[in-house]
């Protein structure tokens, strides 16, 4: 999310599941979907077998996917920007790249500001106290007219193309097998592999998940490979586009709804502390275009923001107060997961809302997780399982060692329902919102978790009410329609997320009509307003629920152009559109780049195709509208502003934990890992050594288990009843380590005790000089369920996060390991 | 034609003729292993539809698990790493009953019924008839049946056919995410084997193949292989399976017993149980000593 969306202008999977069999190259590269994705990997294996598609695994490990795999190239863990940086280089260096498409459909032409400048590891503004970029210096030249400039001839050593080339040219095949292991010969099928198609004929498919956004550098790993794909001319096209796998089944819809600390539903923002004032607060976001002619669709934000606030506090909100604007949080800074967990180990957050959620065994350095329960003073857990976080307290032997009497916090175990027991839908990777259906009740004294939210909102209103208290006026004014209070249908939550007028809208092409009545659903978010007559919970999702009804539970799979987007199979945010950005598929006159992959096209006075056109139906391509129409220059951006913490162009910087303690791209000891990524105090102090820990170490999930949910289940159990880790045949060997035997891995924060499988899929990987092995360590275990009891894994993992969206870095950090 | 006609075509030390007014088209699971990513789901399928629950068991070094096909365990992914030419392959084959044309546990099995073959060629087992005394064990070319510890009968993969009896493919079929399970009749199945043969040999697997061996008259269990020169790379999968001399030894020497046997058919079951031995007539020794 937080790199597509400075790069494309959303943050979502491009492209969908089923389009996946439309690619001629298939990439999985940060993920392994084979083995955490084994039914959408169906559509690999369609492309596979209908497609020719060749399917390319770069992974440090020779995974499930890898075992399908047409080329596989190995790769140490957290080096994947210095690979993809190499790809880079190569297409550029070749001149591998869909000229046309990157000329008309990207920022290549644009110039930067003249402060901009990389020397040495670090971009320009960087304080090193604050661990910061003053990113002022990382922006266009600005013409009289407010419009950025261009050189089209591409010649300007300021432009785009030029200082994107610059930076590049170090990431020399050389240089790739120096940083990543990987034999340049290996290295090299790859790119000529991805190089075939930067023609209009063919294209690739990317596939990541966890394996790139856990990392420190993990949202600039993304966009790396989302640079590559621009070289090639593959977003907006069938068969290609950056497509993120979502690691739960509903994590896009979690994103989409805003659940993110910094979010509002459909990705609009929460005010920062120092905004105020309505105006400025929507001012800002309302971004004017930055090129003739463009549609800059977020101007729109406050027809977005002001329907939200009436779904929200419905006739409380009025313009007199803003929409109730001061009644929405102000963020000091961003409350994420880690950040909330280091507060709360610092002693400051008194309770924690744990729903559908099992920090102690999901998130990093469980040491410090359980020390920080330890000081709450209560503890609400709403989950169908008993977790593991539920029972922190509790001892269970050398996987939970502590001692309950010095544990004071109070926990309430809520048991909920899972999705199976409940109305509602599901948001895919693809962005198909999926209605389901109940298909039993909770058992024992479940109940579902809206029946549980409702059930805890009522009551703490009453008290408000009752008793009064500090600043009650967003909960007393919740608007709060729903027929049944203590238990809200999912129905009428999703009518509300999709939107409705509030009183009789007049028809915009003639005022004398009415074209909504009053209290009727909206067709999609082009209806919005700003007056206050529309509401909305989540513009994205406007559409969802219209006066046809619930095109969510839509299941007709007629498909009649044969090219998989089935438009009335559930439904799809935006407005229904399958493949985003699909403008580009056809070239500056509206005609398809490829006649055998027509998508959407230029009839002569509309836009129209197999897809919904993600577009401007009307707007005629003499006008020059680009296809990136969220971003306010039309166009896709290779230098991404200031959109990224840590530069606008992704750099190589080590894993914290780096096993070879340099980095190779530069001399700079302040740039050998992200200099820009947030460290807790105290937590830079647990950094593993590369001398005490020698193992480049990395997490993952396995087939036969889904994260640490279905060790409750006797078949899983079944078939995956032990925790275990995976080493190399050579690092056995110098081990004297045996298939079977226990071992003690050990991180600067904590121990495991897990089965050896010894495999040939782990080979040690030349780097910088120095052999480097590697140490795999699947996540499932821990001391509750029907699987033999284990530790949980992230014991050894560290407390630090991707610079942008602080996701942990799970998959690289150092180990070493010793037989018991 | 329809596949689902359980018309019985053979049936373990049986003398009465089987019925024969229908015709059915042989059935047949084509295992793709170029496109099995060993994810497991086939093993959830088959104990959730047959309703069997191993025990957790424990991790013994490999990825595979259960660590063997049991009882309860009717199929099991056996994972296999070789080098061809340089090169790592993760060989990933599913194991279980491969339904032979001619099957080496029907012909060993001396009880009455204990072992079927449908005429659409499913191999099934009637465990109420089975004595427990392991002959199939010995009459199987692929090691397959497994005596439960806690009845006493053996147990294998039926190819589902319950469901197959009312029209559905078998469990694993149906949960197989990624296709490499399919299922239809016998000709239809080599058809697309073809296909994937195709597919492989311009991938450059020059001997992809289909494994379907003549030794036991094919099966109703057929793989795809990138090296059906070798099927031993697959974790030992047999490259010309028979049905053991053994299963021919056993009927030379109890022949004589056989014949004696022959008036105690009525003790039946009971008697085997007792002296738990080779005391009952297959067909075949029937016939032989009738000549």
Known sequence: MASLAPTFGRGAMTNHWVDIKNADVVLIMGGNAAEAHPCGFKWVVEAKKHNRAKLVVVDPRFTRSAAVADLYAPIRTGTDIAFLGGVINYLLTKDAIQHDYVKAYTDFTFLVNDGYAFDN????????????????????????????????????????????????????????????????????????????????????????????????????????????????????????????????????????????????????????????????????????????????????????????????????????????????PKLDKVHDVLQVFDDMYQGKVNGYFCQGFNPLAAFPNKAKLGAALARLKYLVVIDPLATETSEFWKNFGEHNDVDPAKIQTTVFRLPSGCFAEENGSLVNSGRWLQWHWKGAEPPGEGKADIEIMAGLFTRLRDMYQAEGGAFPDPILNLAWPYRIAAAPAAEELAQEYSGKALTDLADPKDATKVFKKKGEQLDGFAQLRDDGSTSCGCWLFSGAWTPAGNLMARRDNADPYGDGQTLNWAWSWPANRRIMYNRASCDASGKPWNAKRKQVWWNGSAWVGSDVPDFKLDSNPADGMGPFIMNPEGVARFFALDKMVEGPFPEHYEPFETPIETNPLNSNPQAVSNPAARVFKGDMEVFGKAKDFPYAATSYRLTEHFHYWTKHCRINAVLQPEQFVEIGEDLAAEKGISAGDKIKVRSNRGQIIAVAVVTKRLRPLTVNGKKVHHVGIPIHWGFKGMTKPGYIANTLTPFVGDANAQTPEFKSFLVNIEKV | MALQSLDIASRSATTTPSPSMRETAEVAKLIDVSTCIGCKACQAACMEWNDLRDEVGRNSGVLDNPRDLSAASWTVMRYAEVEEGGKLEWLIRKDGCMHCADPGCLKACPAPGAIVKYANGIVDFQEENCIGCGYCITGCPFNIPRISQKDGKAYKCTLCSDRVAVGMEPACIKACPTGALQFGSKEQMKDYAAERIADLQQRGFQNAGLYDPPGVGGTHVMYVLHHADRPQLYRELPANPTISPLVALWKGVAKPVAAAALGLVALGSLFHYVVKGPNEVSKEMEKEVEE
């Open chain 1, 121 to 328: 590891g670090l971009f320009s503004g960087y304080n090193a106290d604050q661990r910061s970029y003053d990113k002022s210096s990382w922006g266009y030249q600005l013409g009289s007219d407010g419009y950025v400039k261009t050189d089209p001839t591409l010649q300007d050593p300021r432009c785009v193309f030029q200082l994107m080339k610059k930076h590049y040219s170090r990431y020399t095949p050389e240089m790739v097998e120096k940083i990543c292991g990987t034999p340049r010969d290996q290295f090299l099928k790859v790119c000529e592999t991805l190089a075939s198609t930067a023609t209009p004929e063919r294209t690739t498919t990317v596939m990541y998940a966890l394996g790139w956004t856990q990392h420190s550098v993990g949202s600039q790993m993304i966009r790396t490979a989302a640079m590559v794909q621009l070289l090639l001319g593959n977003i907006g096209i069938a068969g290609g586009g950056m497509n993120a796998l979502r690691g739960h089944s509903n994590i896009q819809g979690l994103t989409d709804l805003g659940l993110l600390s910094n979010l509002l539903p459909g990705y609009l923002t929460l005010p920062g502390e120092k905004e105020t004032d309505y105006r400025a607060y929507i001012d800002k976001r309302a971004a004017k275009p930055l090129r003739p002619n463009q549609l800059s669709y977020w101007q729109n934000y406050e027809k977005f923001h002001v329907s939200l606030m009436k779904a929200w506090f419905g006739d409380a909100a009025t313009k007199d107060n803003h929409w109730a604007f001061d009644w929405l």
